[in-house]
């Protein structure tokens, strides 16, 4: 099917609307949005949805809706993406035009149609340097006027992003506010680790990598989010090789990527643990399980309360995970989907979180009970172990109970990390 997209201003208002609201954008002091609609020429979706989108991005009061006519310059830059065969954005001009017509922030929502199936996405542009502050995708088979309210609200979360976004006050301390990692707090306890009966039947708890086996977790703090670029690039200022070796690289809340499990241990957390005075680690294995299904104990190593879904926050992965069935093959910006019972986002999806065990499938049957770890390296080959399954890979693999393991060395773009730290 041939592609023909267009390129068309939108104020993101309801229809009539635009002579009222333009009048209270200019008078209220507020950074003005507007936002370009790019989408396939046979499409009547993708204004409704960028309409519903501004609505919503507006209702908390964070920016005044605008609208502008037509230009010279919006005819050259529709003219330059269908030149182009609808494949790229010139951000730079985009923002070169909100300057001059006084926007601050401009919206780009595009849907990608091929065939039945739609990628929407949004793109939030500062007009000041023509950086990102937010995407978001919704991609789904068969969208109708009824979906448009879910892919609005969807996209408007993820553009607004999570509550590490909001500008903190200046931290006491003398590291860079980067560094201030936000941490939950998991009480120990007693829970059930591997092939329990919420997993479905992807797993088998007869087989030795899935066996089923209580243990008991000391109380630890574990990373809200995963390591992202932002933190990663503060730490490793003037490495030469590991500055940032991420694939993606559109905005530096994207989690960090294509790092071993080496690059973390020996470069990248004694870094960290210089620079903040603090004792961050990898969980282990057992931790990250116990965290990722949301187990909270009572602190003396009693039997913990666990949510006992599928997935980490849900027991339906879209909404708590990206996966290669809604990634749009590449990471995403962390914290845009629904936590956990802990507070804790993405563990499941996203990338595979490089854990401190070493990996081996017969562990679990010779496991202790008390915090254990694997400290023994398999023969012939030796891996670590990593968890929570990536962008890349089939939903069931971001079960909260899946295993993986690679070589400590591996810098597959699947890879990245999320800390522990001792309970203080």
């Given amino acids: 099917m041939k592609q023909n997209y267009k390129i068309s201003l939108c104020a993101l208002l309801l229809a009539g609307a635009v002579s009222t609201m333009n009048a209270g954008a200019q008078g209220s002091g ?14 009547t979706l993708v204004s409704p949805v960028a309409a519903q989108l501004g609505a919503n991005l507006t209702s908390g009061g964070q920016y005044a809706l605008t609208s502008v006519g037509t230009s010279s310059k919006l005819t050259e830059l529709q003219s330059a993406y269908n030149a182009g065969g609808g494949s790229s954005i010139d951000r730079s001009a985009l923002a070169e035009w909100g300057r001059t017509n006084g926007v601050v922030t401009i919206c780009l929502v595009v849907d990608d149609v091929k065939g039945n199936d739609h990628m929407f996405s949004a793109q939030l542009i500062d007009a000041k340097d023509s950086k ?3 995407k978001g995708h919704y991609i789904r088979t068969g969208v109708g006027s009824g979906d448009l309210t879910r892919v609005s609200l969807t996209l408007a979360k993820q553009l607004e992003g999570p509550e590490r976004r909001h500008v903190a006050a200046a931290p006491a301390h003398s590291y860079p506010v980067e560094l201030d990692i936000e941490m939950v707090f998991v009480e120990g306890g007693t829970f059930t680790m591997g092939c329990t009966p919420d ?15 209580n243990v008991t977790i000391s109380s630890f703090s574990i990373g809200k989010y995963e390591i992202t670029q932002a933190q990663w690039i503060t730490v490793m200022k003037g490495h030469e090789t590991l500055a940032n070796p991420s694939r993606w690289k ?3 809340q994207l989690p960090v990527e294509s790092v071993s499990w080496l690059d973390i241990d020996t470069v990248f957390l004694p870094r960290l643990n210089a620079l903040t005075g603090k004792n961050y680690r990898l969980p282990t294995e057992a931790e990250w399980e116990y965290a990722a299904r949301g187990c909270k104990g009572d602190g003396n190593g009693g039997t913990a309360t666990c949510e006992n879904l599928m997935y980490s926050g849900s027991n339906y992965v879209d909404e708590v ?4 069935g809604n990634s749009g093959n590449c990471t995403h910006i962390v914290g845009q989907k629904k936590p956990n019972k802990l507070g804790i986002y993405d563990m499941s999806g996203n990338v595979w979180e490089w854990c401190r065990d070493w990996g081996s499938e017969t562990y679990y049957k010779t496991s202790p009970v008390n915090n254990p770890e694997n400290t023994v390296p398999s023969t012939p080959n030796p891996s670590r172990v990593m968890r929570g ?8 693999h971001a079960r909260t ?4 393991a690679t070589y400590p060395y591996s810098r597959l773009n699947t890879n990245g990390l999320r800390v522990a730290l001792p309970a203080q």
Wanted: negative net charge; proline residues 8%; charged residues 20%.
């Fill in 250 to 252: 559109d905005d530096d």
């Fill in 132 to 134: 990102l502050s937010g």
């Fill in 389 to 396: 399954g990536p962008w890349l890979h089939v939903a069931i």
């Fill in 401 to 404: 109970a899946v295993r993986n």
């Fill in 30 to 43: 507020k950074p003005t949005l507007a936002g370009f609609v790019v989408g396939n020429m046979d499409n």
């Fill in 321 to 324: 995970g990206w996966h290669a």
């Fill in 199 to 213: 997993q479905g039947s992807a797993c088998d708890p007869t087989a030795d990598v899935d066996y089923p086996h």
